[in-house]
C-alpha cells in the first residue's frame, strides 16, 4: 500500500511542478521549490509514518516536473513522467542513502525514458 501512495504522490507533484512552471509560468525553479516546501510541511503531518519518505518522493517528481514545454506537451505527458519517477524512486530507495544527486538523477532518467520512448516508437521528436 505504500508504494501505491508513494505513486500517487509522485504523479501529483510532477504534475503541480509541470503546472506551476509551464502553465502558470513562475518558472521551474519556483514550481519546484513551492512544491517541495508544500509536501515537506504538509506530508509528514498528514502521513506521520511515512510522510517524510513522501516528501522525499514529492521533491524526486517535482525536479521531473521541471522539465520544458517543448519535451512534456501536457499534463498527462508529464503524469507518464512522474509515475516512472515514482517507481524508480521506489526501485531505488535503498541504493546510495544519504549520497547527494540521487533524486535528480532520478528525475533526469525519468525524462530522458520519456523522450526515448516517443522519439523510438511514437515518432514524436522534432
Known sequence: MEEVIILIVSIIAGIATYTVSNILNRGPVIASAIITLVSGLMLPYFFPVIGDVLATAAACSSYAGMISVENALNPLEMAVISL????LFIAAS?????????????AAISCFA???FKKVFVGLDK
Open 84 to 87: 516512472l519517477t515514482g517507481i
Open 94 to 106: 535503498s541504493a546510495y542513502v544519504g549520497i547527494g544527486g540521487r533524486l535528480g538523477t532520478i
Open 114 to 116: 520519456w523522450l526515448g
